[in-house]
């Protein structure tokens, strides 16, 4: 299974992400098989399908899936983040895998300073059922 940072690596700096979000399963304690990105332009986003679609990830053992690389329903950064609840956002923490965000140069910014500036926060133990 890949993880975030080995997603990162293998896709490049080139290719213009400046947010990358690979669900996690606690129940089954991996990431799913899929990843949620968002790039800084249009023409990124069509550079990146046209070059990934129907690709293999190098790491990735038996060859056995190519990428789908498909348009999400849900748009833009503040929208993805939208469907994370704040007490998911604690439990991603605990897990070390919270989002991954990119500045234009592709240098990772704090994702704490940036779920705030999104206005999504994690809960506090207080919060927590």
């Not at 089954?28 to 800084?40: E, I, K, M």
């Not at 348009?71 to 991954?100: C, D, F, H, W, Y």
Request: proline fraction near 3%; glycine fraction near 4%.
């Amino acid at each position: 299974r890949y993880s975030q940072d080995m997603l990162l690596a293998e896709l490049g700096e080139e290719c213009g992400i400046d947010f990358l979000f690979m669900p996690y399963s606690f129940k089954a304690g991996r990431s799913l098989s899929y990843a949620f990105l968002n790039f800084h332009a249009p023409d990124f986003a069509s550079r990146f399908k046209k070059n990934w679609h129907r690709q293999y990830l190098r790491a990735h053992s038996g060859r056995t899936k190519r990428l789908d690389v498909t348009e999400a329903t849900v748009q833009g950064v503040e929208a993805t983040l939208q469907q994370l609840s704040k007490k998911s956002i604690g439990r991603l923490q605990r897990a070390n895998m919270l989002p991954i965000f990119l500045d234009e140069t592709s240098k990772r910014l704090d994702p704490f300073q940036e779920l705030c500036r999104h206005a999504v926060r994690s809960s506090t133990r207080d919060d927590q059922v």
